[in-house]
Protein backbone atom coordinates (compact mmCIF):
# COMPACT_ATOMS: atom_id res chain seq x y z
CA UNK A 1 0.00 0.00 0.00
CA UNK A 2 1.16 3.70 -0.19
CA UNK A 3 -0.21 6.98 0.79
CA UNK A 4 0.09 10.36 -0.66
CA UNK A 5 -0.59 13.47 1.03
CA UNK A 6 -1.44 16.73 -0.62
CA UNK A 7 -1.25 19.50 1.86
CA UNK A 8 -0.50 22.56 -0.90
CA UNK A 9 -4.52 24.19 -0.34
CA UNK A 10 -4.61 26.40 2.37
CA UNK A 11 -8.08 24.96 3.57
CA UNK A 12 -8.25 21.25 3.10
CA UNK A 13 -5.51 18.64 3.61
CA UNK A 14 -5.83 15.64 0.82
CA UNK A 15 -4.80 12.03 2.07
CA UNK A 16 -4.69 9.18 -0.70
CA UNK A 17 -4.27 5.30 0.15
CA UNK A 18 -3.11 3.35 -3.84
CA UNK A 19 -2.75 -0.34 -3.35
CA UNK A 20 0.49 -2.23 -4.92
CA UNK A 21 -1.19 -1.47 -8.35
CA UNK A 22 -1.29 2.28 -7.61
CA UNK A 23 -5.08 1.92 -8.00
CA UNK A 24 -6.63 4.56 -5.47
CA UNK A 25 -8.42 2.96 -2.61
CA UNK A 26 -8.89 5.84 -0.68
CA UNK A 27 -9.67 9.49 -0.51
CA UNK A 28 -9.95 11.51 2.60
CA UNK A 29 -10.26 15.74 2.45
CA UNK A 30 -9.57 17.05 5.80
CA UNK A 31 -10.48 20.52 6.87
CA UNK A 32 -7.88 22.56 8.06
CA UNK A 33 -8.38 25.10 10.75
CA UNK A 34 -4.53 26.45 11.25
CA UNK A 35 -3.70 23.10 12.91
CA UNK A 36 -2.21 20.90 10.03
CA UNK A 37 1.19 20.58 12.19
CA UNK A 38 -0.92 19.18 15.34
CA UNK A 39 -3.61 16.96 13.22
CA UNK A 40 -2.26 15.59 9.99
CA UNK A 41 -0.07 12.48 11.46
CA UNK A 42 -3.32 11.38 14.11
CA UNK A 43 -5.43 12.38 10.53
CA UNK A 44 -2.76 9.86 8.67
CA UNK A 45 -3.30 7.12 11.60
CA UNK A 46 -6.95 7.82 11.05
CA UNK A 47 -6.41 6.84 7.71
CA UNK A 48 -4.21 4.10 7.97
CA UNK A 49 -6.66 2.20 10.85
CA UNK A 50 -9.60 2.55 9.39
CA UNK A 51 -8.45 0.56 5.65
CA UNK A 52 -6.84 -1.95 8.35
CA UNK A 53 -3.36 -0.76 7.52
CA UNK A 54 -0.11 0.70 9.54
CA UNK A 55 2.68 2.60 8.79
CA UNK A 56 4.53 -0.03 8.52
CA UNK A 57 2.66 -1.89 6.01
CA UNK A 58 3.24 1.00 3.72
CA UNK A 59 5.96 0.89 0.59
CA UNK A 60 5.63 4.13 -0.25
CA UNK A 61 5.21 7.63 0.51
CA UNK A 62 4.20 10.70 -2.61
CA UNK A 63 3.55 14.12 -1.33
CA UNK A 64 2.59 16.52 -3.73
CA UNK A 65 5.52 19.29 -3.65
CA UNK A 66 3.84 22.66 -5.07
CA UNK A 67 2.99 24.75 -6.04
CA UNK A 68 1.08 25.99 -2.96
CA UNK A 69 0.41 27.00 0.40
CA UNK A 70 4.19 27.55 1.87
CA UNK A 71 2.81 26.58 5.44
CA UNK A 72 1.29 24.00 4.64
CA UNK A 73 4.33 22.35 2.11
CA UNK A 74 6.72 22.53 4.41
CA UNK A 75 4.33 20.69 6.76
CA UNK A 76 3.21 17.76 4.26
CA UNK A 77 7.05 17.34 2.68
CA UNK A 78 8.57 17.37 6.46
CA UNK A 79 5.58 15.05 7.36
CA UNK A 80 5.82 12.88 4.68
CA UNK A 81 9.94 12.71 4.46
CA UNK A 82 10.41 12.23 8.07
CA UNK A 83 7.69 8.82 7.92
CA UNK A 84 9.60 7.55 4.71
CA UNK A 85 13.06 8.23 6.39
CA UNK A 86 12.23 6.44 9.59
CA UNK A 87 10.84 3.48 8.27
CA UNK A 88 13.58 3.51 5.27
CA UNK A 89 10.88 3.60 2.03
CA UNK A 90 10.60 5.46 -0.98
CA UNK A 91 9.38 9.16 -0.76
CA UNK A 92 8.48 10.58 -4.24
CA UNK A 93 7.25 13.99 -5.07
CA UNK A 94 4.69 15.13 -7.71
CA UNK A 95 3.17 18.27 -8.67
CA UNK A 96 -0.05 17.59 -10.29
CA UNK A 97 -3.20 15.96 -9.49
CA UNK A 98 -2.60 12.35 -8.21
CA UNK A 99 -5.89 11.05 -9.18
CA UNK A 100 -5.21 11.59 -12.38
CA UNK A 101 -3.76 8.00 -14.39
CA UNK A 102 -1.17 9.83 -16.35
CA UNK A 103 0.04 11.26 -13.10
CA UNK A 104 0.17 8.09 -11.19
CA UNK A 105 1.74 6.15 -14.15
CA UNK A 106 4.57 8.59 -13.65
CA UNK A 107 4.89 8.02 -10.01
CA UNK A 108 4.89 4.61 -10.80
CA UNK A 109 7.88 5.12 -13.09
CA UNK A 110 9.80 6.96 -10.21
CA UNK A 111 8.84 4.11 -7.74
CA UNK A 112 10.07 1.74 -9.54
CA UNK A 113 13.47 3.54 -10.39
CA UNK A 114 13.98 4.09 -6.84
CA UNK A 115 11.86 1.30 -4.89
CA UNK A 116 15.20 0.81 -2.81
CA UNK A 117 14.80 3.16 0.47
CA UNK A 118 15.03 6.31 1.78
CA UNK A 119 16.93 8.31 -0.43
CA UNK A 120 16.67 11.69 -1.20
CA UNK A 121 13.95 14.11 0.39
CA UNK A 122 11.45 15.92 -1.60
CA UNK A 123 11.60 19.29 -1.54
CA UNK A 124 9.10 22.00 -2.37
CA UNK A 125 8.14 23.77 -5.61
CA UNK A 126 7.10 27.16 -4.89
CA UNK A 127 6.92 28.26 -8.79
CA UNK A 128 8.31 31.52 -7.76
CA UNK A 129 10.44 33.57 -5.37
CA UNK A 130 9.31 34.15 -1.86
CA UNK A 131 7.26 37.70 -1.69
CA UNK A 132 9.17 38.75 1.23
CA UNK A 133 8.70 42.99 2.09
CA UNK A 134 11.29 44.99 2.27
CA UNK A 135 13.43 46.44 5.10
CA UNK A 136 12.06 49.59 6.79
CA UNK A 137 14.69 52.34 6.96
CA UNK A 138 15.71 52.83 10.71
CA UNK A 139 17.33 56.42 11.53
CA UNK A 140 19.33 55.12 14.83
Same mark, same amino acid.
Given at each position: ????? @?????? #???? &???? #??? =?? *? ?7 ? *? *???? #? ?9 ? +?? +? ?10 ? /?????? &? ?6 ? +? ?5 ? &? +?? *?????? !?? @? @??? @? ?14 ? /? ?5 ? =?? !? &????? /?????? !????
Amino acid at each position: MFLAI @DTTNAV #KTKL &YLLS #KNF =VL *NKRVEIERQ *N *NLSE #KLLRDIDEILR +SN +SANKQSTMGIFV /HRGPGS &YTGLRIGL +STANFIA &Y +SL *NIPVIG !YE @D @DVE @DADVLNKIRAEFERVS /HGFGTPV =VP !Y &YKMPP /HITRKK !YCLI
